[in-house]
């Protein structure tokens, strides 16, 4: 999942993929020679999402991987101090789950050589709750703030997390206050 602050300039981006030093990306990062053009790793908490990704531009980063450290997925990261904009940010910035982060940081930790291929474009030809592609025909449901979902992906998000968007965490709820629809808007989007 990008974080909206997430720089789109590249659609992909390459590179070895490499655990911050420290992991948390709290501090200066003492391995910065190491993270020269990769794919940083760091693991959620501490200090901002937008702090981290800074220290690791300034170490020359390629992108950034966030690996979330709660069960809350998906999980989109927001810069409410504006360190990305001072900073200049212009990397990308993406997190995992806290499973497939586990994961991750164990083949970093374990492989000295791990390549990445990051992908940036946007998420729109696939289902962000269970990260499957929309196929020809698949009935999906656009929300009143324009996120798609599959059906059943959707139907059950919201029957867990009451009325809040899996993707921007907006209250749907805030549209019928608007005026607008509140129903979900089916569609057959790819059909």
């Excluded at 053009?37 to 170490?59: D, E, I, N, P, Y």
């Excluded at 409410?80 to 940010?89: D, F, R, T, V």
């Excluded at 196929?135 to 809040?164: D, I, Y």
Aim: negative net charge; proline residues 5%; contains cysteine.
């Amino acid at each position: 999942m990008l974080a909206r602050f997430s720089s789109r300039s590249q659609e992909v981006v390459q590179g070895p993929l490499v655990a911050a030093q420290p992991l948390l990306a709290d501090s200066v990062l003492v391995n910065a020679d190491a993270l020269r053009g990769s794919v940083v790793v760091v693991q959620r908490g501490r200090c901002t999402f937008a702090a981290k990704a800074a220290r690791a531009q300034a170490a020359g980063a390629a992108a950034v991987v966030v690996l979330n450290t709660c069960d809350t997925w998906p999980y989109v990261m927001t810069d409410s101090q504006g360190e990305a904009e001072a900073s200049a940010l212009t990397i990308p910035v993406a997190m995992v789950s806290e499973q497939d982060g586990d994961k991750l940081l164990q083949v970093v930790q374990r492989h000295a050589a791990v390549r990445c291929h990051l992908s940036t474009s946007s998420s729109s030809r696939e289902c962000v709750i269970c990260q499957e592609p929309y196929t020809v025909g698949t009935q999906v449901v656009k929300l009143p703030c324009a996120h798609m979902f599959h059906e059943g992906c959707v139907t059950n998000w919201l029957s867990r997390h009451s009325s809040t968007c899996p993707t921007c965490r907006g209250d749907v709820s805030v549209h019928m206050e608007q005026g607008q629809p509140v129903a979900p808007q089916w569609t057959d989007w790819f059909g």
